[in-house]
């Protein structure tokens, strides 16, 4: 079968390419691909690691007070050790889902043979937003911006923090301090908001795949008249609401530890936060809303057509006595016929408008709030814990 001529991976990735991408080849951290477990170590080594030497040089390691030890900072272990992890990791989860789930439009015959060119321009466009220098110096300004912002935050402050240090006479950054805020936090920034402009792009190829006249069907057994694919797709940038939970638990047990706050405070933002999420990662897949809600109607207009057809010629051959008399009711096919039509037709009447479900939402929001588990312990006995889990195996 001849498909598009960039219907292929070389061609339609999210993962790789872009100028930070080359700049890391040329520069030795990426030495093939994607060389997870390497940058993973690098990264490490420019961030967490001089703030551990600097903080041990300035006696900032364990201060006075939990605010003043760099050790006792839980959401520096969940930002260095598990947020960035994940985001470098996520070249591997997320990238390579998206690839073959923008190649299934044209291997399941979703795309149709004249809608071949378009289908060729949108991955053109993917490629040259990809390998475009703007965005990315935009976000590392931003990124930038964000870390100076913080600045800003930490002197404006009242309390003392391995971050600053204040006395009667003056206010000044610290050593660690000063990293992290023009080194460690900027490049966890620059490299979380490039995976949001990835994820941008591909929000746009959605979108033009949803212009495209494609084949879908209003009884395709997915229930989204064969784009169910897109869900689980999605559901990889979890990997990325398992990195931003994971600093935002390590922040409330930062709370909830030494300063004895209460976790029932937690709900609304806890909740809020699973909704920006699911908004956030899901929300790429409402672009094809109008092309399922209008699948959706005409399908139903159609089969409720047919229906009312075969439903009539049903009632005139078998209740009102038009049969042939040689053709017996026992073993005929018009009654599974009906049967059949009707379980078309209730496919029809069950197909979302949207391609995800709520087990999609589930699964999103179960990535996304995973991180909190650990604060369990700190609120509940461990032997209250059990008995719970054994209450809901057994």
């Known amino acids: 079968m001849t498909l598009p001529a960039k219907a292929s991976e070389t061609h339609l990735y999210f993962e790789r390419g872009g100028p930070a991408y080359r700049l890391m080849q040329r520069i030795g951290v990426i030495k093939g691909e994607p060389s ?49 992890p994940m985001i470098i990791l996520a070249e591997a989860v997320i990238g390579p889902r998206l690839t073959v789930a923008g190649l299934h439009f044209v291997h399941s015959g979703l795309v149709r043979e004249e809608d071949y060119p378009a289908f060729d321009s949108a991955v053109e466009k993917v490629e040259s937003r990809r390998e475009a220098r703007l965005p990315e110096l935009i976000i590392l300004g931003v990124a930038v911006f964000g870390a100076w912002s913080m ?7 009242h309390e003392t923090s391995w971050h600053v240090i204040r006395t009667d006479s003056y206010i000044r950054l610290s050593m660690a301090g000063v990293w992290y805020l023009i080194a460690a936090v900027p490049l966890l920034q620059f490299m979380f908001y490039r995976w949001i402009w990835r994820l941008v792009i591909w929000t746009w190829f959605l979108r033009d795949m949803s212009r495209l006249n494609l084949r879908v069907s209003v ?63 899901l929300g790429p897949l409402l672009v094809f809303f109008p092309l399922l809600a ?18 009539q010629a049903f009632v005139d051959k078998w209740v009102k006595g038009k049969t042939p008399a040689d053709e017996p009711l026992l073993g005929t096919g018009d009654i599974q016929s009906l049967a059949d039509l009707g379980n078309s037709f209730l496919f029809a009447r069950q197909m979302k408008p949207i391609p995800f479900d709520v087990r999609t939402v589930m699964q999103m929001s179960v990535l996304a709030a995973a991180p909190t588990l650990p604060l369990l312990p700190l609120v509940m006995p461990v032997a209250d814990i059990l008995k719970l889990l054994s209450k809901a195996l057994l």
């Open 151 to 157: 600045t800003a935050a930490l002197y404006a402050g």
């Open 36 to 84: 997870i477990v390497r940058r993973i170590l690098i990264f490490l080594g420019l961030t967490w690691v001089p703030l551990l030497i600097l903080s041990f040089l300035e006696g900032m390691a364990l201060g006075p007070t939990p605010e003043q030890s760099f050790l006792l900072d839980f959401a520096s272990y969940a930002r260095f050790f598990v947020a960035f």
């Open 294 to 311: 209008r699948t959706r109607r005409q399908g139903l207009r159609e089969f409720s057509a047919l229906a009312n057809r075969y439903d």
């Open 219 to 281: 009884t395709h057994p997915d229930q989204a008249a064969g784009l169910g694919f897109l869900g689980p797709a999605q559901v990889s940038f979890g990997t990325l609401a398992f990195g931003m939970g994971s600093i935002l638990s390590a922040s409330v047990a930062f709370l909830i530890v030494f300063k004895g706050a209460n976790i029932e405070t937690f709900k609304i933002p806890f909740f809020a936060y699973l909704a920006i999420v699911n908004l956030v990662f």
